[in-house]
């Protein structure tokens, strides 16, 4: 079974500092999909970024970005130029083609000033 | 594009009773549909998987008589929570699949009260 962990329950940073989250995954697939997603204190699920396995080159969304280690099966999230409303909860995730999203069980960001 | 929404926010009820929550899909056609259920600080736990026009699959331990679900249309799949105990007192959250990079999108989920 595909697993994903993600080993900081926490994380904080500074207002326009940068800031890294782990994951790592388990799959013996090779076609596959990562994400990240953000949950605010709204609880609404966010597409941050989004990473196609086959894909060398890692995604970036603006002030976000991705550093893919395939081989090592590594899919952190660098954060950029923090800013106040980056403060959520952020959740990494594994898909294979038509099925069904694995989530970790996520890493709380504050940022403060 | 690509919002989902959903119907009611917030419900509370008394124990015994059913409730309904609708997901829709507001801009696309969506044949598949997941239904989450999420603790307090905790992760995701996906509860079924919708499929319009077929009966939902759903994940080992989560009960399809007390959780009905129907995807009766491309944009439209209901969570029933029959006979509903304090237990089952959660924040409900529904998702739809995109077309491209097997995308979620999903809604801004139900927090369901039983009392």
């Known amino acids: 079974a595909q697993t994903v962990t993600q080993s900081q329950p926490e994380m904080s940073v500074q207002e326009a500092e940068t800031v890294t989250l782990s994951c790592t995954y388990d799959?013996?697939?090779?076609?596959?999909?990562l994400f990240w997603y953000k949950q605010p204190p709204s609880r609404q699920m966010i597409l941050v970024i989004r990473q196609e396995a086959y894909k060398q080159q890692n995604a970036t969304e603006n002030r976000f970005s991705v550093n893919f280690q395939k081989a090592a099966k590594s899919f952190s999230l660098k954060i950029s130029d923090s800013q106040l409303g980056d403060a959520a909860m952020y959740f990494c995730?594994?898909?294979?083609?038509?099925?069904?999203?694995?989530f970790g069980t996520g890493t709380r960001l504050q940022v403060t000033l | 594009g690509a919002v989902v929404s959903q119907h009611p926010s917030r419900v509370i009820c008394k124990s015994g009773t059913s409730v309904k929550i609708e997901c829709r899909s507001l801009?696309?056609?969506?044949?598949?549909m997941f239904w989450y259920r999420q603790f307090p600080k905790k992760s995701l736990m996906l509860m079924a998987t919708?499929?319009?026009?077929?009966?939902?699959?759903?994940e080992q331990g989560v009960e399809k008589d007390k959780f009905l679900i129907n995807h009766a249309s491309l944009t439209l799949s209901t969570l029933t929570v029959t006979s509903a105990h304090p237990e089952d007192s959660s924040f409900y959250i529904c998702?739809?699949?995109?077309?491209?990079?097997?995308?979620?999108?999903f809604g801004p989920g139900t927090r369901l009260t039983v009392l």
């Open positions: 801009d696309f056609q969506a044949t598949t």
């Open positions: 799959t013996s697939e090779s076609d596959y999909y």
């Open positions: 919708s499929n319009e026009g077929s009966k939902a699959t759903y």
């Open positions: 995730a594994y898909t294979i083609p038509a099925s069904k999203l694995t």
């Open positions: 998702s739809a699949e995109g077309t491209t990079y097997n995308e979620q999108f």
